[in-house]
């Protein structure tokens, strides 16, 4: 098992060569690799390289991946202490991260408020809107839906491509996998239980009467509770903190992607790109696992 960094490139096919990429960040960065076996992936070209450079030169490819990293492309820069990682703990955002929608804006399309709702949601994740606010904003615009909404959107929500490989991947590696969301728990239960996740913290939309109520139960989850559900998670399956994963899309997650070993944005908005190890520009959740050697 390597205990050197791990540069790993993924790109759609007719995309610019991976290899010319990787040489021209290596080189700018001043970094000494070595190609090591590409983890192979349906429909993406993929390379990886050891990296033999003082945490310095990281710092600087980093930076870098997170600048050029394209739509086409995805970069991870894979930290040495979770290669050698017997037992890890993946903590994923959900909207727009585990699943391709943002649950908040189909449950809003029942209202007919959904560009209004849609347009709180994208500033809520650039960081604009105080997050609890924004929620609380948007889910009065969903007051007095039926609660039936709530399993006819469940059934909607899509994973992200490659989703159900990386938990496949982890679980087979005996590793562990939650999913933490500033959207709601009586959405996430029934896909956390269908992906067969280990844990799972969401908000409690009120319901009444058969209608939601417009608010929210109890505590918000927001960017400090999902880094607090990390913290919680990793106690519960005696897992250290460096060996952890997050991935996450929006602004909400910056104190779970901050305290993570091992931080990946899935077309990360820019309050996250400073915290990024790994930016998928190609939305395929199983280069996280090819990255980590898992597959
Ligand atoms: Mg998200």
């Known amino acids: 098992m390597s205990t050197l960094p791990r540069l790993s490139l993924f790109a759609a096919p007719g995309s610019s060569a991976v290899d010319r990429r990787a040489a021209d960040w290596l080189s700018a960065c001043g ?20 990296l033999d450079a003082p945490e310095s030169a990281l710092s600087a490819l980093r930076a870098l991946l997170q600048e050029e990293t394209t739509e086409d492309l995805s970069a991870l820069l894979t930290p040495a202490a979770m290669l050698g990682s017997r037992r890890t703990l993946v903590v994923t955002d959900v909207d727009s991260t585990l699943i391709q929608e943002e649950v908040i804006e189909l449950l809003a399309a029942h ?42 959107v469940a059934e909607q929500v899509t994973p992200m491509p490659g989703a159900l490989d990386l938990i496949a991947a982890a679980h087979a590696n005996g590793h562990r996998v939650g999913a933490v969301s500033g ?16 844990h799972a913290q969401a908000n409690e939309l009120g319901v009444r009467d058969g209608v939601l109520t417009g608010t929210v139960e109890g505590p918000v989850v927001d960017r400090a509770a999902k880094a607090a559900a990390l913290r919680r998670w990793c106690a519960a399956d005696d897992i250290k903190a460096t060996h952890t994963v997050a991935l996450g899309d929006g602004a909400n997650d910056l104190d779970l992607l901050t305290i993570a070993g091992y931080a990946v944005g899935v077309r990360p908005k820019p309050a996250l790109r400073n915290a990024c190890d790994g930016v ?12 980590l050697g898992w597959s």
């Open 183 to 198: 959207g709601f728990i009586q959405v996430l239960e029934p896909l956390a239980q269908a992906l067969g996740l280990d």
């Open 31 to 50: 970094i000494d690799a070595r190609p090591v076996q590409a983890p192979a992936l349906e429909g993406l070209q993929g390379g990886s390289w050891e």
């Open 280 to 291: 998928l520009g190609v939305r395929r959740l199983d280069t996280v696992s090819a990255a």
């Open 111 to 152: 209202a007919g408020r959904e560009a209004e709702v849609a347009a709180v949601t994208e500033r809520a994740m650039r960081g604009e809107l105080d997050f609890a606010a924004s929620l609380h904003h948007r889910v009065q615009a969903l007051k007095g839906l039926p609660v039936r909404v709530i399993a006819e």
